[in-house]
């Protein structure tokens, strides 16, 4: 199964971000255990500066853009 974490504080752009991803995962008919890390301790602790970021599998993907949905699905069908 896939790690999948949002990274942000909360604010539109990051849930935009998670709504994305779970459509993305859902199209794919990819099982994802999906978390959103809110705490800017973890975010620095993941390496993350941007956000909303999307790390899969402890690799960050995406940092300081909401990504598209279809970015998504060529993003995680790379890893799959």
């Known amino acids: 199964m ?3 974490q949002i990274v942000g504080p909360g604010c539109p752009r990051c849930f935009a971000t998670e709504r994305n991803v779970i459509n993305a995962c859902t199209q794919l008919n990819i099982p994802a255990d ?6 800017v ?3 620095i602790k993941l390496g993350v500066r941007l956000t909303p970021a999307v790390i899969v599998n402890g690799k960050l993907l995406v ?10 699905k060529k ?6």
């Open 75 to 80: 993003l995680l069908s790379e890893i799959k």
């Open 2 to 4: 896939m790690k999948i």
């Open 63 to 72: 940092a300081g853009k909401v990504p598209t949905v279809e970015e998504l």
């Open 34 to 39: 999906i978390s959103h890390i809110y705490d």
């Open 41 to 43: 301790k973890e975010m």
